[in-house]
C-alpha cells in the first residue's frame, strides 16, 4: 500500500527540519528560515515525492528552547547615515 503524497512530504520534512536543526544554533537556523534556506532545502526534498510549485516558511513555533543557556539575541546594529541640506553640496549652478 502507498502512503498519501501529503503524509509522505509531511514525515520528510519533519526529518529534514529535525536535521538541520541539529546541525545548527538556534540564531542560525531562524536565519536559515527567514532568508530561505530552509525553504529551499524543503523544496528539495518534497519536489522527489510530488510535484510542488513552492515551499514557505510563514510560521515558525518554539516548542522548546536549545539547552546549555540562555539564547541571547545576535546585536547586529544597522548603522544609518542621516543627511542634512547642509551636509550635501548643492545642486544650483554657481554663477
Known amino acids: 500500500m502507498q502512503i498519501k503524497p501529503k503524509r509522505a512530504i509531511r514525515r520528510e520534512f519533519s526529518k529534514a527540519l529535525n536535521e538541520l536543526a541539529s ?36 510560521k515558525i513555533k518554539v516548542l522548546r528552547y536549545p539547552m546549555g543557556g540562555e539564547v541571547k539575541p545576535v546585536g547586529e546594529e544597522v548603522k544609518v547615515a542621516e543627511t542634512t541640506a547642509e551636509s550635501q553640496p548643492s545642486s544650483s549652478p554657481s554663477s
Open 23 to 58: 546541525k545548527v544554533d538556534f540564531n542560525g537556523f531562524i536565519k536559515a528560515a527567514v532568508f530561505g534556506d530552509v525553504s529551499n532545502q524543503l523544496f528539495a526534498v518534497g519536489k522527489k515525492i510530488y510535484p510542488l510549485r513552492k515551499v514557505e516558511v510563514y
